[in-house]
């Protein structure tokens, strides 16, 4: 189990995390809210010593019975009170300000990090240590801002409250004398010494006790994201499960994830009850020590009612400041878990950017109108061969069905191709990105309305009328009156539908060259004739390569490619 330690790795992570706002174009408008949040700060701690002076002349005039003097400094304290919270209300809303613009930075640069070089799709399918990155985005970075401005501005807080105060409670404390074994101890500002040593003794107490909530929280995390995907899941395959009838045990699925979920929650409980007494215990006994160790000068008249109330309030202040690891150490514990997390999360997107030992493929992009393969090999995550030793040529106007058994390798040809598989070798040249087209079995429909699903990516418009006649002519012109609703799409519609929409797409956006991976399993053959007829049709410059086990295919395409899956070749028919 992962413990609770502020080492020098820790440091540097949360620098590491921190640091590139700080150094970003947003760098001038954060130091601005970040010098006005400190000077704040400060104001409030100042407020503070104020009111701790406030105590020494209120309580012995109350002593005194100077009632001129006690309505004075009620008024007095009117007036400070005003100021600290003045001081402490803009404190606060600043520094909401600068989480929400730092918040708002941190995840933009995620998610741009997460899409590019489509690191979402490799995290999916070959990022074995990272889980629920979408939490990570969502969740994690806005704790970790969080808990850095507040961590940041309370170390500052505490420290500043201590210098302030440390030289108040070591003027007013006065000297302790006594003897021992015959010797006179003369310690001054003992009271000083005491704080520190109170403190000290409740930190090390509250770390032995809670240094295991790091790696509790930080499991904890996990277990609940995996609990929330698992029914996310079920909902996004609802259909299936009902068909299959399989609720008993997709049930049985959550109540374990759930039960992992509320057994580590409640070692957290545990531990954190345990806090909870020492904390408790620790600050109930620090209201009433410094009454108790300093009650002799007050009983002896070397101070007064006020005195001893300043004393005891700046003790207080000192003590609190030098106790902030123990109040905060439960918190701090989850800062430490949400920093790894989130350091984690950084290095596994860049593990799987990084070109792996088995990837040699050589690309060249936008130099010729062909698509030529040489001594290309397709491999799996572990080292073995897909396909190997292939070397072809796919022409413009030449249309090519890719046949073969299934698992020989027909849609991770496919993704080598877009460039989206890393275990791929030897040399593969092909026109620019732009003038390709993929169409997988299960096309994507975003969320949005209906026509922002058709017009996906949304690098092209076209008007309804336009759109009905495209969806006519694909035999779904039936959900144009419905191209304005916002809906989940692919729970909606069909698979048969969503194929169809799919060429709509692709009408749409006429790309040069057209990968379509069993584009039509779920149409009937006359549907599927009649787009491929739209292909040949209306988008006369596009060369297609399909994937497809149905014969009725092969009267649309001028070649067949088969791969053998016991060779791992690719043998033309």
């Known amino acids: 189990m992962q413990e609770f330690s502020i080492s020098t790795k820790f440091l540097k992570d949360v620098w590491h995390l921190t640091k590139s706002y700080w150094q ?3 760098k001038k408008k954060a130091f601005l809210l970040l010098f006005a949040i400190i000077a704040l700060t400060l104001g409030v701690v100042y407020m503070l010593v104020l009111l701790n002076k406030w105590n020494n002349a209120f309580y012995s005039a109350l002593q005194n ?11 007095n304290f009117a007036k400070l009170a005003f100021i600290y919270i003045l001081l402490a209300v803009y404190s606060f809303y600043l520094q909401q300000i600068l989480i929400v613009n730092w918040r708002r930075w941190l995840t933009n640069r995620y998610i741009d990090e997460w ?9 999916q399918m070959f990022g074995a240590h990272t889980d629920n990155p979408d939490q990570r985005i969502s969740e994690d970075v806005r704790l970790f801002v969080e808990m850095t401005i507040k961590f940041s501005i309370g170390l500052l807080k505490a420290l500043t409250t201590f210098i302030s105060f440390v030289f108040i409670l070591y003027n007013l404390s006065g000297p302790l004398d006594f003897k021992i074994a015959g010797m006179d101890i003369h310690i001054p500002g003992y009271l000083v010494w005491t704080a520190l040593i109170y403190s000290i003794l409740g930190t090390w107490i509250t770390h032995k006790v809670g240094n295991k909530l790091v790696g509790l929280n930080y499991v904890q995390q996990r277990y609940e994201a995996d609990f929330r995907f698992s029914m996310m899941r079920m909902r996004e395959n609802s259909e299936s499960v009902a068909f299959y009838a399989g609720e008993t045990h997709e049930g049985g699925v959550f109540k374990k994830r ?37 009650m002799p000068r007050y009983l002896s008249k070397e101070i007064t009612l006020g005195g001893l109330m300043q004393v005891a309030g700046a003790f207080g202040r000192v003590q609190d400041s030098l106790s902030y690891f123990v109040d905060m150490y439960a918190s701090i514990a989850e800062w430490q878990a949400v920093v790894e997390r989130l350091t984690g999360f950084g290095l596994h997107m860049r593990d799987v950017k990084q070109e792996n030992p088995q990837q040699n493929l050589e690309r060249n992009i936008g130099n010729t109108n062909d698509i030529v393969g040489k001594n290309m090999n397709i491999y799996l995550p572990d080292g073995g061969i897909i396909l190997e030793d292939m070397n072809f040529t796919l022409k413009p106007g030449t249309n090519i069905l890719m046949q073969g058994v299934s698992g020989s390798g027909k849609s991770t040809f496919l993704r080598a191709v877009s460039g989206i598989w890393p275990y791929v070798s030897g040399t593969l040249t092909m026109p620019a990105a732009e003038k390709i087209m993929f169409i997988p079995q299960k ?13 996906y990516p949304g690098t092209e418009t076209r008007t309804d009328e336009e759109l009905k006649e495209l969806m006519e002519a694909c035999s779904i012109g039936y959900l144009h009156e419905k191209l304005y609703l916002e809906a989940d799409w692919s729970h909606v519609l069909s698979v048969g539908e969503q194929q169809r929409l799919a060429f709509v797409r692709a009408l749409i956006y006429k790309p040069t060259w057209l990968f379509l991976d069993e584009a039509t399993s779920a149409l009937d053959e006359e549907t599927e004739e009649k787009v491929y007829t739209l292909l040949k049709t209306q988008m006369p410059e596009t060369t297609y390569v399909s994937i497809g086990h149905r014969g009725t295919l092969l009267a649309f395409h001028d070649k067949t490619l088969w791969l053998d899956k016991p060779t791992h070749r690719l043998i033309e028919k």
């Open 24 to 26: 970003s174009e947003e």
């Open 65 to 75: 019975y100077e009632s001129e003097t006690i309505f004075n400094e009620l008024i």
């Open 115 to 123: 899409l590019k070089n489509k690191t979402y799709y490799r995290l």
């Open 258 to 294: 759930f039960k992992l979920l509320l057994d580590n929650f409640w070692s957290i409980v545990q531990k954190q009850k345990q806090l909870v007494w020492i904390n408790s215990g620790y600050s109930q006994i620090a209201i009433i020590f410094p009454y108790v160790v300093v």
């Open 443 to 455: 096309p994507y429909l975003p969320l949005g309305t209906l026509k922002e699903s058709v017009l």
